[in-house]
């Protein structure tokens, strides 16, 4: 079984290498390559899955790659997206070659990078060494640099600079911070132990100078927060998020952002209980993200910008749940990230089922889509219901566990702003709704005979759409995985 | 070590002063020759303290292939495929020397007198560790203000570069223990992320008509 952990991102690796050798001449190869690559890796997702949230620890190569619940859970998901939107771009991408905006020969460039970047996510979660987790989770930045312009049109080209300068700046700051907790570390570890693991750097968490521990927190927190997409240094999100096609927009905010929160996790939760200061920190920036996350949304009228800003207040509440501290914080914290990766993603493939049948992306253009495009709209209708947080959709339930978390942790306040940010987010999710799929059509798009998307859209939005009212009605159905990964979080933590 | 210091302090001193000339030398190539100086000097810094620890050695080899050959050669062919001029900084000759002279005075300065702040050990506080990590928090501070202050895309990948090279030399006193795979990795990706960035800036030349950042406005808010 631990083997597996290799196949996991060895597996799409390989099919992204194979793409660019062979599938770059034929559409149809790198789509095939990269489905089968997909499916194959979806499985041994679901292995390392069930394992791990049954409470198996998998190691390899004397603990240098290393999963637990919280791996295996951030996986499947990754996988599972992977899956979804590899299907998904099949019908997307075409269509955007038939109307010129993508030239056909490219299709193998997509794939390719597709896979390199679907490859680099998985393997963010499976390393235990704090450099080498560095370097992957900039691979994932670099494999997705060239996906986020890939329409390579002046906005595309635009967002996709913005993007790799600020990731890579910012990840800058993550390799100083890394670089002195591996330094603080190794003064304080005897006995052969290796302090590049990040489970021995955990164990000594207390023993390093505080000077070197408050100075790697705050060059971590402005490194992997860029990539978590934390306020102030969200910029590059909602620019990268619309301007990329629909599928890497819905792996973006859906998987790789996360991924930025779980190498916070794996990096600045150690010092929570010896530095109560860290844990301070992490809320306060989490409280920032979700307001000003919130305000941006209303002045959205952009479909993809509007579903960003909606990310940035969503990380917003993960970062609330890690900086409450307690088990319920961490534990809601976890439960958001896995509800958000689910019904953002949900809401991005179904903008992008409108794009696909529209042409158009800008809310005040857009209305009464419901009557032709009905699998679509009900896909729509559980996304933003979900994160709007209204209740018997998942998004209620995680963000609920919030604010008895904030409560029971002593701050209230933030139980008070994270209420005000969802009642707002409700009224403004409704008020979208309303906009694009009910009401009278736009003649303009009634003329141009809009109709459903194909299944190989749809199907994948019908599963999120179900997860997600799945987990709304009968949240105990992921209590248990839930409980697993927020203990794995609480083992790799040191206590005084 | 100590028979050695003078050499240290003259090449981290350089090392300084190439950070001035890359940041301010108008002509890019010229900046892009000056870069390729400064990894060198990293370079030979490196062989000096790996005569005390030999796996840097290793580093030193790794460092002359990436940064001396490699980085320097992408950015002279993409200097070549758009124009070799900087266009205008946001802040002229005069008050970015000032600017600059003062924010890296003033962090060495504050650096090797509370030493203890950043290093991890007692064996980092002694010299020449302690020149090590104040000059690799300045020449860090100098790329960040590069990619703040300049507005020329290309300008800003030179002050990533410098920034990389500030967080590189600071591992001689943070983590000489570093293993080659580790550092393989850091400078795989810098080599990667130039060339990437490199080809996206290319695009804006395309797209654009020139390097100039203040012309990417089209996404706001």
Redesign the interface.
């Known amino acids: 079984m631990n083997t597996e952990i290799l196949y996991l991102f060895l597996t799409p690796a390989i099919a992204g290498i194979l793409i660019f050798l062979v599938g770059r001449k034929s559409r149809v190869v790198a789509e095939t390559l990269a489905l089968l690559g997909t499916i194959v890796t979806f499985v041994i997702a679901l292995k390392i899955f069930i394992a791990t949230t049954h409470g198996e620890v998998l190691t390899l190569y004397s603990s240098q790659l290393r999963m637990d619940a919280l791996s295996g859970l951030i996986a499947g998901l990754v996988a599972l997206l992977g899956l979804i939107a590899s299907c998904y771009s099949i019908p997307y991408m075409r269509r955007e070659v038939e109307v010129g905006a993508i030239q056909a020969e490219r299709m193998g460039t997509y794939y390719g990078w597709f896979m390199v970047f679907l490859a680099t996510m998985l393997c963010a979660t499976t390393v235990n ?1 704090i ?2 987790l ?2 992957i989770i ?2 994932t ?2 494999a997705s ?2 996906l986020v ?1 890939f329409y ?4 595309a ?6 993007y ?2 600020l990731l ?2 910012g990840i ?1 700051f993550a ?2 911070g890394c ?2 907790l ?3 570390a ?2 304080q570890v005897t006995g052969g132990v290796d302090p ?1 693991k990040l489970t021995e750097i955990a164990k000594v968490a207390g023993k ?2 505080k ?2 521990v408050l ?1 790697s927190v705050v060059m971590l927190l402005v490194g992997f927060g860029t990539k978590a997409g934390m306020v102030p240094f969200h910029t590059w999100l ?2 990268a998020h ?2 990329a096609p629909t599928p890497i927009s819905a792996m973006l905010s859906g998987v790789m952002i996360k991924v930025g929160v779980y190498a916070l996790i794996r990096t600045v939760l150690i010092f929570y209980p010896f530095y109560p200061i860290v844990s301070t920190l992490v809320l306060v920036f989490g409280m920032l993200t979700m307001v000003v996350g919130v305000i ?1 949304m209303m ?2 009228d952009d479909l993809k910008r509007f579903l960003a800003f909606c990310s940035v207040t969503s990380m917003g509440y993960i970062l609330m749940g890690l900086g409450l501290a307690n088990y319920l914080g961490i534990y809601g914290g976890i439960f958001h990230l896995l509800n958000h990766s689910l019904m953002k993603s949900l809401a991005f493939f179904s903008v992008g089922a409108v794009i696909y049948s529209t042409h158009h992306r800008r809310v005040s253009e857009l209305g009464g889509l419901g009557k032709y495009m009905p699998i679509s709209a009900v896909a729509f209708y559980v996304a933003t219901l979900a994160l709007g947080g209204l209740p018997f959709f998942n998004g209620f339930i995680s963000e609920f566990t919030l604010f008895i978390a904030g409560v029971k942790a002593g701050f209230p306040w933030a139980t008070v702003v994270a209420v005000a940010v969802a009642i707002l987010n409700v009224a403004i999710f409704i008020h979208l709704t309303y906009q694009v799929f009910m009401g009278e059509a736009p003649e303009n798009l009634k003329a141009a005979g809009i109709k459903e998307v194909p299944v190989m859209m749809w199907g994948g939005m019908l599963i999120l759409a179900f997860l997600c009212l799945l987990i709304g009605v009968y949240p105990q159905i992921v209590s248990p995985i839930l409980n697993e990964a927020t203990k794995a979080v609480f083992a790799t933590i040191a206590m005084p | 070590m100590q028979e050695f210091a003078k050499i240290i302090s003259t090449i981290s001193l350089s090392m300084i002063i190439t950070s001035y000339l890359i940041i301010e030398l108008r002509n890019l190539k010229y900046a892009a020759y000056v870069y390729m100086i400064q990894a060198f000097l990293m370079c030979t810094l490196f062989a000096i303290f790996a005569i005390d620890n030999p796996g840097l050695y290793y580093w030193a080899a790794t460092a002359f292939v990436t940064k001396v050959v490699i980085i320097p050669w992408l950015l002279l062919r993409y200097i070549k495929k758009t124009t070799d001029r900087e266009f205008q900084p946001l802040i002229g000759y005069l008050g970015s020397i000032f600017l600059i002279s003062a924010v890296v005075i003033l962090l060495y300065r504050v650096t090797h007198s509370y030493i ?3 290093a ?2 007692q064996f ?1 506080t002694a010299e020449p560790f302690r020149t090590n990590l104040a000059v690799s928090l300045s020449i ?1 501070i100098m790329g ?1 203000y590069c ?1 703040l202050v300049r507005r020329d ?1 290309i300008k ?1 990948v030179h002050g ?1 570069l410098i ?2 090279n500030g ?1 590189h030399l ?2 001689v ?3 000489p ?3 080659e795979t ?1 550092l393989i ?2 400078v ?2 810098v080599v ?2 130039v060339w ?2 490199l ?3 290319y ?2 030349y395309q ?2 008509g020139s390097t100039d ?1 203040l012309q ?1 406005r ?2 706001r ?1």
Do not use: H
Request: cysteine-free; overall charge negative.
């Open positions: 060494n450099i080498l560095w370097v900039e691979g930045t670099l640099i060239i312009g390579w049109n002046k906005d080209i635009e967002a996709a600079y913005k790799a300068i890579t700046v800058t390799l100083f670089v002195l591996y330094s603080g190794s003064a590049l390093m100078p000077s070197i100075l909602p620019d619309a301007e941006m002045m959205q | 203890g702040f950043v991890p050990s980092a860090f960040l990619i895309a800003t990533l920034l990389e967080v600071s591992l006193t943070l983590a223990a570093l293993r580790a990795g850091i795989t990706d990667i992320a990437i960035l080809y996206v800036i695009g804006i797209k654009f950042t990417l089209g996404l808010w």
